[in-house]
């Protein structure tokens, strides 16, 4: 086993302690840098937090914590206190990388194709996609868009930045390199109608009728569709317990145009793509000049050990493009979401943008700037993590005492729905169809599949829905297992 690296020089003139960033975040930082830069080859051991963090003058929780989120992401392997070594599962060359294209994209005509309505609306028990508001954050919104109509900006009464407005794509950068460790500037964030509109134009501009593209397997049906609506060769991926299977890609379809992940919980499954994952798909992606989607949809719920950093925040190829949404985050009336692109993608998207929607809507825009520049909008965050959690772990309790082995459930460490998988001899769409006749909203799992064998189950969401709605709802969805 390799010894302990001498870091002095590796990170001692890395930590600067007269900015403004966090030691934490620093030594995060540079050790990550190190071990996708090949300085802390996989299998090197590093030294004990004790020691080190004698060796950078800092105290050891700060080591400690800046371990443990390494471990978390897959960098190394092993606990603090037992020898922490750089993970071998990463593969070797991740800092050899090509220069970007240059070269600007087609924008192909769009192909008609039916769009799947995942969004219903009600507040049927089980409905994804639901945000709840506490006290304190109607309160704010109210003042700050009373605010905002008391003394208007002039330019929020007429045409705006296609783009969107600077000030708020400036706090959605700030917000992205502090939470997620997205690296982008202000002029690289497109403010879009949603999430679903910033797929839609990437998937415009970036696709060519027949162009292989990658979905995983199962996958979102609204991004199916938008896949066919661009004229695309869909490449069925399977996923796993590790997320997507990069080589069934790869084997299937190397020269693909494209990759569409949902690294963070993919939907529907909610499992976490692994880093020695995450890695391969962007060597993938850089060796075959292809492009990275990360659909980051509902990270900030998080509710075991620290959130995962962005696969955007991890690519040094420039390949990633990273779509985001506070549709899931605040409510999904305010339609505002956001694409943060590589430089050479920025015009051609723009130009698809202004063929459907001039620019975003002003008022929400200014709102949602304060409701970031105030800090409300962690704190609004931290409040609702804790009030999901009360939720999934009521549903999870119920589901337990009133389905029995009928059905199987793991609360999730991510995201606003759990999947539900039934025992053999159950059809979901059959559950799906008597939950629905008695006024739940219970979506089957199988019909998500593409080509993989697919599994029983129904996707429940938690948040959003009142502890004693899901608890009732639970006992009336074991009512339709019985009859099923």
């Not at 080190?52 to 003058?57: N, S, V």
């Not at 704190?379 to 309790?397: N, P, S, T």
């Not at 599994?455 to 639970?474: C, I």
């Amino acid at each position: 086993m390799a010894a302990p690296p001498d870091l002095p020089d590796l990170l001692l003139l890395g930590l600067d302690r007269a900015g403004g960033a966090p030691l934490l975040r620093q030594l995060y930082l540079e050790l990550r840098r190190a071990i996708l830069g090949g300085v802390l080859p996989p299998g090197a051991r590093l030294p004990a937090t004790r020691a080190l963090a004698q060796r950078l003058g800092v105290a050891r929780n700060t080591v400690v914590a800046a371990y443990e989120q390494l471990l978390a992401e897959g960098f190394i392997a092993g606990r603090p206190g037992a020898g922490s070594y750089v993970s071998r599962d990463l593969p070797e060359g991740l800092e050899a990388r090509p220069a970007p294209s240059t070269a600007t994209p087609p924008i192909p005509a769009p192909v008609a194709a039916p769009i799947p309505n995942m969004a219903q609306p009600g507040t049927a028990p089980f409905n994804t996609g639901r945000t709840a508001w506490d006290e304190r954050t109607a309160r704010i919104w109210r003042q700050l868009t009373l605010r905002r109509l008391h003394t208007p900006d002039p330019g929020m009464l007429g045409y705006g930045d296609p783009q969107g407005a600077h000030p708020l794509r400036a706090a959605i950068a700030a917000y992205l390199g502090a939470a997620r460790a997205v690296r982008c500037t202000p002029e690289q964030v497109v403010i879009t109608s949603g999430a679903q509109q910033a797929i839609g134009l990437v998937l415009r501009v970036l696709l060519a009728t027949g162009d292989a593209a990658w979905l995983e397997d199962p996958a979102y049906p609204a991004v199916r569709a938008a896949m066919a609506a661009a004229g695309a060769r869909i490449i069925p991926v399977p996923v796993d317990g590790q997320g997507l299977v990069v080589g069934a890609g790869v084997a299937a379809a190397p020269d693909a145009r494209l990759a569409y992940v949902t690294p963070s919980s993919q939907y529907p499954l909610g499992v976490t793509l692994s880093m020695a994952r995450r890695m391969e798909l962007l060597a993938w992606a850089r060796a075959s000049g292809a492009w990275v989607i990360e659909d980051d949809y509902d990270s900030e719920f998080r509710y075991a050990g620290r959130p995962l950093a962005s696969l955007q925040g991890v690519d040094e190829g420039g390949r990633v493009i990273y779509i985001g949404t506070f549709s899931k985050v605040l409510f999904p009336g305010l339609r505002l979401g956001y694409a943060v692109l590589p430089a050479e993608l920025l015009q051609p998207v723009l130009a698809a943008r202004l063929l459907a929607d001039w620019h975003p809507a002003t008022l929400q825009e200014g709102v949602v700037t304060d409701f970031l520049e105030g800090g409300h909008f962690a704190q609004h965050l931290r409040r609702m993590r804790q009030r999901y959690r009360i939720a999934r772990d009521a549903l999870v309790e119920a589901l337990a005492r009133e389905c029995g082995d009928a059905l199987s459930v793991e609360p999730p460490d991510q995201g606003m729905k759990l999947i539900a998988r039934l025992r053999p001899g159950l059809a979901d769409t059959e559950v799906a169809a008597a939950a629905a006749a008695r006024g739940i909203i219970a979506r089957a799992v199988s019909p998500m599949y593409l080509s993989a064998p697919p599994q029983q189950g129904l996707m429940l969401g938690f948040t959003g829905h009142e502890p004693g709605a899901l608890r009732w709802a639970a006992k009336s969805l074991a009512a339709c297992l019985t009859k099923a």
